[in-house]
């Protein structure tokens, strides 16, 4: 039973090009959270809605947006992506926010030519 | 400046053998501690977290870990490692709402 879906899993656009990740979840849960993890590395936090309340990293380039329609949805979007963007994008939940166990989707892996 | 150190990042143990995985933090109080597995092109998954109470926290798969508050650490153990558990292997700390990732830690299990 899956509880945090990406998709896609593979994503491939162009330098420039702009994109768009998804996220739901089945857990109605209050927050979604947006890591982005290159080769190697930590994930590193983006962002994240605690409901509808947007909350933006410091250090997040503003070519990272995202949307939050509803409970379940969340949307990546990157308005021109770099090579520097290339990375697996991953999009976790929680119940409440950061004390709470996170439950990690499979990720959305993003190549840029 | 807070911080996660995960000082191996890559181990080799054989099948069957004994693991632990080190991490250490430096927060100004006890933060809320997790372990989180990784497996290749895979989402991060829970293995155990500590929030308070007792020091020695059981997980999923066979994984264990201690908080020592003396030596700010939260290492990870398994008495008998499956070929199975080879991944990458996260800490992450929050303290104050900032969460923290560890640089990770690469398993690798030989037959």
């Known amino acids: 039973d899956a509880m945090v879906i990406q998709n896609p899993r593979y994503q491939v656009t162009q330098f420039g090009k702009p994109v768009t990740l998804s996220c739901s979840q089945t857990?109605?849960?209050?927050?979604m959270y947006w890591y982005q993890q290159k080769s190697s590395q930590a994930p590193k936090l983006l962002f994240h809605y605690y409901d509808k309340d947007f909350n933006n990293e410091a250090d997040t380039p503003d070519n990272f947006q995202s949307r939050r329609p509803n409970t379940s949805f969340c949307f990546l979007d990157i308005r021109s992506p770099g090579l520097g963007d290339a990375a697996m994008y991953l999009c976790?939940?929680?119940?409440?926010?950061?004390?709470?166990?996170?439950?990690f989707g499979p990720g959305t892996r993003l190549l840029v030519l | 400046a807070q911080s996660v150190t995960q000082p191996d990042i890559h181990i080799t143990v054989s099948e069957g053998a004994s693991l632990e995985l080190r991490c250490n933090y430096s927060y100004g109080a006890t933060p809320y501690l997790f372990w989180y597995v990784q497996s290749p092109g895979q989402g991060l998954q829970l293995l155990l977290k500590y929030f308070s109470g007792d020091t020695l926290v059981q997980g999923i798969k066979g994984f264990e870990a201690e908080f020592k508050r003396s030596q700010s650490s939260f290492n990870l153990r398994k008495p008998s490692v499956h070929w199975s558990d080879a991944a990458e292997y996260f800490c992450?700390?929050?303290?104050?709402?900032?969460?923290?990732f560890g640089a990770g830690t690469r398993l690798t299990v030989k037959p």
């Open positions: 976790a939940t929680s119940r409440e926010q950061y004390q709470e166990t996170q439950y």
């Open positions: 857990l109605n849960h209050n927050v």
């Open positions: 992450a700390v929050v303290n104050n709402n900032d969460m923290r």
